[in-house]
């Protein structure tokens, strides 16, 4: 059996080993977020997971078909950081801080060949880079017309899994650039951010601030803040919609909240009371004139019980509704992409539907 080695020198491979080194000793909680597509998915549709404009970090900046871009990635860095004097922004890139390099690497789930200063500069001329595109993207037509000739094109890349510059790695890089440059603030970035996400999304993002915060991860990257604003408000709506689905029901809100794990305890209380209703049914009369006051208090406990289960069936049966509507939706969601879908899941999706 043989294989192909990522190595191609003695120095890929002491880059490699300190790479390892790094995260056995360091106790560092980043986690790749950059992921590279498998080929029998990419092999689905190439143009939907390769940047065909431009290429952003170390897994597609040196694609020979997006090289025409970095004139204009220069021109996008000078720009955004008020560059006078470049010798003074190639001397931070040059002497980024140690812990730099592993960061960057700890984000990609791929081993990278580059050595420290090239890795440097890639992940910094591309982040800023994206940060000057952002707000060209969020400006005026007039000015979107003057730099780019194809700007839907290229937002269209910068939005691909591979092609995602970790946010973690834009704020590292803020840190010693600020030194000497203006940048953005936190603030400002997340807010830029949002908008282009609520410009681009094919679906309505969620709009309660607090779940915009809390969708904001920096140990992620922008499709994945996207992604969590829109999960977001399809689980905000559900929630709304089932609130208002049992209060038309008459359903006390709190079972409806607990009703799944409620749901076991009551049917057996309902059970409980049942079996000691008919107990007392077959004694003799005597006995049974001696238990009427007890019995007439278990039947109302009884039929209470057996309220509350019908309720718990109820909510029960639109929880089941929600998450058949959500798999479905999966399902077709996967399907319109172009993904090849299993068997088995279809014959899932089947049972689901006759449930």
Known sequence: MSSTSVFTSSQSQKRWRDHMKYNYTSNHSIRPCVLQVPDNLRETKPEAYTPQHVGLGPYHHFRAQVQHMESQKRAAVIYYLAIVNTKDFIELVEKSPADFEPIIRSCYDRYIDL??????????????????????????????????????????????????????????????????????????????????????????????????????????????????????????????????????????????????????????????????????ENKSDAEANKETKGRKSKEENGSRVVKLAQEVATVSGVILDQAIEEFNSALSEAKSAGIKVHGNIEKVSNILRNL
Not at 132 to 158: C, H, M, W
Not at 168 to 183: G, N
Not at 263 to 268: A, F, K, S
Request: with cysteine; glycine share 6%; proline share 2%.
């Open 115 to 280: 050595d420290k200063e090239t890795l440097s500069w890639v992940v910094i001329a591309d982040g800023i880079f994206l940060l000057q595109f952002i707000d060209t993207y969020l400006g005026s037509e007039e000015e979107k017309k003057k730099v780019y000739s194809n700007i839907e094109a290229v937002v269209a890349d910068i939005l691909m899994l591979e092609n995602q510059i970790p946010i973690i790695l834009i704020l590292e890089m803020r840190k010693f650039l600020q030194q000497t440059f203006t940048v953005n603030s936190d603030e400002e970035l997340f807010d830029k951010f949002h908008r282009l996400c609520k410009k681009q999304s094919p679906l309505i993002l969620v709009d309660d601030p607090t779940s915009i915060d809390n969708a904001f991860d920096k140990k992620n990257h922008m499709l994945h803040f996207m992604y969590q604003l829109i999960v977001k408000n399809k689980r905000a709506n559900k929630n709304n919609e089932g609130s208002q689905d049992n209060r038309a029901a008459g359903i006390d809100p709190v079972l409806a909240q607990e009703g799944t794990s409620l749901g076991g305890e009551i049917l057996g209380q309902a059970m409980d009371e049942q079996s000691t209703l008919k107990k007392g």
